[in-house]
């Protein structure tokens, strides 16, 4: 069961990070060779809002291609912080919306129409995070 729960958490970490996945990169990546089990239990277990997408390669072939969508009450809440405030780290995502995925909110919200940039800062501790800010 450990490598089961190993390919769960490099597929979470990757779709996490805003990133999708088919079944061949899973393989060619993280070995794993059960990504349909894998997105399955991501999404009944771990609660991730995962969609996928058939898409066909130059001979034809239709294979699914997964990501994550930011759940809507949470998209919600981040975007009108953005609104108010002007910039959101992961760490402030985190910690007050219970997200672990604001690359992906971000993403959508770009997708939306926003205008976001990403800049590397030091926090008050000196460690590097990312700033999303409302470009103006």
């Not at 771990?46 to 998209?75: C, L, P, W």
């Not at 002007?86 to 205008?115: E, P, Y």
């Amino acid at each position: 069961m450990a490598k089961f729960s190993t390919h769960i958490e490099n597929v979470k970490n990757h779709l996490n990070n805003g990133l999708s996945i088919t079944s061949w990169e899973a393989i060619e990546m993280y070995h794993c060779t059960r990504l349909s089990a894998v997105i399955y239990s991501l999404k009944d277990r771990h609660d991730m809002s995962i969609v996928s997408e058939m898409i066909s390669n130059e001979d034809g072939t239709r294979f699914a291609r997964y990501h994550q969508v930011a759940k809507s009450g949470t998209k919600e809440e981040i975007k009108n912080y953005l609104m108010e405030k002007g910039s959101i780290t992961s760490i402030i995502a985190r910690d007050m919306f219970n997200c672990d995925h604001l690359k992906v909110v971000i993403r959508d919200l770009k997708n939306d129409g926003m205008k976001i940039s990403k800049t590397l800062e030091a926090n008050e501790k000196g460690y590097l995070v990312n700033v999303y800010r409302l470009k103006k």
